[in-house]
């Protein structure tokens, strides 16, 4: 999967609300002759309102794509990034704060693999867990039977393998 960065997409989108208020430029000034010249009711004819109105609803749009592309040039990501994880960070302590009395009674085992969920933001592939604890599929399989059975996680299916989040 391909990624575009949000200043590239704003600089595009930007260059686009140009292009279209030159093209609309363009028509307009075109049109205005056609309308002098064939236009027997001089300013007051119908087309000349036809104009404005075509006129401020493609200004409107091109206004509109330069608001957009302007906030993805100048938006910081990082502000983003860094509420997402003080959210994050957030909920994980309050999740930890109402589940405390179980995770208490957790084997030193579960509680390792609890703790590879939990700074895994709370998601995780099964077949990671296996890498990163070290034990066992089976071994996995019934920690995770005992976890799930205490409310703290839940298991879902992903093609063939199983993703494992806190549950909620």
Known sequence: MMYIDSKILGYVILANAFLIMFIIFLFNEAIA?????NCVHGLSCPMYEAFNVQRGISIF??????????FLIFFNENKIK??????????????IKEKSEIIKRLSEDERAVFDKIINADGVIFQSNLIKESGFSKVKITRILDKLEANDLIERKRRGMGNIIVLKK
């Open 33 to 37: 002759k056609i309308a002098q010249n």
């Open 82 to 95: 860094r509420a997402v994880k003080i959210s994050n960070e957030n909920m994980k302590e309050e999740f």
């Open 61 to 70: 749009i091109s206004l509109i794509l330069s608001i957009i592309g302007l």
